[in-house]
Every structure is written in structure tokens, then in C-alpha cells.
């Protein structure tokens, strides 16, 4: 963003930052956006929703959930049984696992209470509304920052892999078709420059802290600071990435037919790069 902000990218970009996947599902189909980060599942949704309009270029997010509390009760998924959970996420990738690794644990008796953004689920830990939520990073340090009484009760990334072989990939990058046929080397362009941008992050943490805040993702640069080496970000593409969403979207499939909009996405729904 800073660098295609001071015009020091080959590509030009307009960009959004959005906390309502809604608003990026309307804005894909209007043909509004071109490119847009999502959801994993939402990628099989709106491909589905589409007919084939869009294509997934590259994951960018692996496992970034986390269990919080404010006690300590809570040291495996069973002792979510009988709890109320709060949580973000509902129609994407959070709902869904939560939903089936409380079925694989055989928690039946949970009840989950659903907040339309992350911050609110945030908000509701750091002031006690909520005593155990599941948040994604870097809102869990976000929340632990403003109550220190929070403590990290579950990796969910840890486990998922106790009930799923499939790998928990949280995040990605998709492209209307549309746009891809007429202007694919832009696309290119987009994905070397966008690559670049996540080594820049993950090598300069600190530098990467002060753009954070400077663009508003985060209030300030010490909270990015601590998130960042938690936020697993990364650029995966290419056969791995398709091997990747393939395991994940079938273990959803199984759950939740809905959970990828009624069908595991064909092999055209993942861009191979020339």
C-alpha cells in the first residue's frame, strides 16, 4: 500500500480495505473490485455463486485462530461443553470449524454467540462481557493488550489437526475472470509485487508495524508488532496452494455442503501461472 500510495510499483492500485466479507462478495459479482482477499471458503462460494467467474491466485493466511479466555477452565476443546463461546466469522471459515471441531469432540451443548466483526468479539473480551471467544490475529492481541486477565486457552490451528489431515488455510486471493482474460499480465504483475510485499513484513516486522498503523489495520504499531509473527501470512500458490484448498474444501464439503456454496470448486478454480 505505501509504495503504490508513493507510486514506487509497476502496478497501479485502488485500494479498499473492508472488515465485511459481505461487502466484498457484492462488490466481486458487481465487477466493482478486480482482485480481493478472502475468506478461503468465500472463494468456493463466490466461485460457485459465479458459475465459474472467479479464480483463487494464492493463499495468503494459514491457521490464525485462537481460543481466549478469562480463566482458566478451558485446556482442550471438551471443556467447551456447556460454555458460551463468542465468536466472528459466521457464514466463513470460523463458523464452520468451530462447528466441526466441536462436533469431532463431541461437544453437543455449546452455545455460540455470533458478533458481526471482529473487533465487537474484541470488545466484548476485553471489557468482560465475554468470558471465552474464539478471534482470529491480531485481534487476540489486540484484546489481550486491553485485559491482561486473557489467556490464550486453544491453538485452534493445533486443533484442527488433531481431527482433520487437511492443512487449516484461513485466507486468500481471488480474481474475476473477466478481468483476468483481458488483463492477465497485470495480474502478474500484481501477484510479484504482492509476494514481495508479505517478505517485506515477515523479514521487517518492526518497519511493517509502523505502515500497519499508519494505514489503519491496526491502532498502533506496538500491537502489529506483537501480532505479526502470529498472523501467519504467507504466498502459497500453484499446485500447492490447490492441493492445499482441495483437502480443506472437501473436509467443509463433508461438514457443510454450504459452507463452499454447494460444490468443491473444478481444477479451473485455481490459477497456474505462466
Known sequence: MNKSESGETKGSYNI???????????????GEIDIAAVPT??????????????????????????VLENGDSVNSISD????T?????????????LNYMLEKNGVTDAAIEYMSEHEEVAAALADG??????????????????????????????????????????????V?????????????????????????????????SKLVEKYGIMATAQAAEKSIPNCNIVFVDGSEMENMLNGLYDVLYAANPKAVG?????????YESK
Not at 41 to 66: C, H, I, M, P
Not at 147 to 173: Q, Y
Not at 179 to 192: D, P
Request: with cysteine.
Open 16 to 30: 479498499t480495505v473492508s472488515a465485511a466479507p459481505d461487502d466484498v462478495t457484492a462488490k466481486i459479482i458487481s
Open 41 to 66: 471458503n468465500l472463494a468456493a462460494v463466490l466461485y460457485n455463486k459465479t458459475e465459474g467467474g472467479v479464480s483463487v491466485l494464492a493463499v495468503n493466511t494459514l491457521g490464525v485462530l485462537y
Open 80 to 83: 467447551l461443553s456447556g460454555k
Open 85 to 97: 463461546i463468542y465468536s466472528s466469522g459466521q457464514g466463513a471459515v470460523p463458523e464452520y470449524v
Open 129 to 174: 462481557t465475554a468470558q471465552i471467544a474464539m478471534l482470529p490475529e491480531p485481534f487476540v492481541t489486540a484484546a489481550m493488550m486491553k485485559n491482561p486477565d486473557l489467556r490464550i486457552a486453544l491453538n485452534v490451528t493445533d486443533e484442527w489437526s488433531k481431527v482433520s489431515d487437511s492443512e487449516l488455510a484461513m485466507g486468500c486471493i481471488i
Open 176 to 208: 474475476r475472470n473477466d478481468f483476468l482474460k483481458e488483463h492477465e499480465g497485470a495480474v502478474q504483475t500484481f501477484l510479484s509485487e504482492y509476494k514481495d510485499s508479505i517478505e517485506f513484513v515477515n523479514n521487517n516486522i518492526t518497519d511493517a
Open 262 to 270: 454447494g460444490t468443491v470448486p473444478a481444477k479451473e478454480f485455481y
